[in-house]
């Protein structure tokens, strides 16, 4: 019952807008866009953190007005970021974390734009690359572990801005081409190629990208930071072959493959290979 729901919301938003695209170009637009750029879960609540969470050392940051959280785990000087995917916030490193605290180092993670107790409405991958940026000038990371749009959004961030004490990056489930992803709202929805022209046009206009040319591979391919990628041939959300065509083009890369872990990659074998890999 609850697919059938979603599946006559999701086609009567499309008709919707559908409509309006050819009565208000500019409404429908912003209408398309924000369905699919705001999360409809993820959301932290100040108080009634979870304990690992309540009991770290918390700092909220700034980006033009906007406020976003972090949580820190005091190590010794090297130091790793934490990326969380769409959806989602700080608190599924809960498992994970502490693997880590066992290398010595600092933790700190990162709730993205409007998830966890960061503020804002949208979420895209060039503000949360620009959050990423903030923190790094005052702790200068070594590490990053990204999961699915995280780890896509540390992959550009790393390719965009360059960081040289970046020495390694783990990528969880991670999504190569945005294509992908807006063509598969586009079917969701079932815009028109009316809708579609438009939503290509305010990428442009807004991030000044191509959908088509905004891939996980292409940032690889400039990347020199050791990678390592993890992906499993179950995962239903990102599929395999994204995992794929990011190592093919990352050259300090290798590729982890699981199978049964689906999207999440929650266990305690990955835990031991990730921590492996950063103390090697």
Not at 49 to 77: H, M, R, V
Not at 151 to 175: D, H
Request: charged share 20%; net charge positive; with cysteine.
């Amino acid at each position: 019952m609850k697919r059938f729901l979603f599946f006559i919301t999701t086609k009567s938003y499309g008709a919707y807008i559908n409509l309006l695209c050819f009565i208000a170009p500019k409404k429908a637009t912003l209408l398309a866009y924000s369905l699919f750029s705001q999360p409809r879960k993820g959301k932290l609540n100040a108080t009634n953190l979870p304990s690992f969470l309540a009991e770290a050392e918390k700092e909220t940051f700034d980006k033009n007005g906007q406020l976003f959280q972090t949580y820190l785990w005091k190590g010794d000087e090297k130091i790793i970021f934490l990326i969380h995917g769409w959806e989602s916030n700080s608190a599924r490193w809960k498992k994970l974390i502490p693997h880590l605290v066992e290398t010595g180092h600092t933790i700190i993670a990162i709730d993205a734009p409007a998830h966890g107790l960061s503020e804002g409405k949208e979420f895209n991958v060039f503000q949360y690359a620009a959050y990423i940026d903030i923190v790094a000038k005052k702790y200068t990371p070594n590490y990053i572990i990204g999961h699915s749009i995280g780890g896509k959004t540390s992959i550009y961030y790393q390719a965009t801005y360059q960081n040289p004490t970046i020495e390694k990056m783990v990528l969880l489930g991670a999504p190569s081409d945005f294509k992908v992803i807006f063509e598969n709202y586009i079917k969701l929805l079932s815009l028109n190629s009316r809708m579609v022209a438009l939503l290509h046009q305010h990428y442009w206009d807004y991030f000044q990208i191509k959908v088509e040319h905004f891939s996980a591979k292409h940032f690889a391919s400039i990347i020199t930071a050791k990678g390592f990628v993890i992906h499993d041939v179950e995962d239903k959300i990102v599929l395999y072959k994204e995992g794929e065509k990011i190592i093919n083009h990352w050259k300090a890369a290798v590729l982890e493959t699981t199978k049964g872990l689906g999207h999440s990659l929650q266990n305690k074998e990955v835990y031991k290979k990730i921590v492996d890999f950063i103390l090697q």
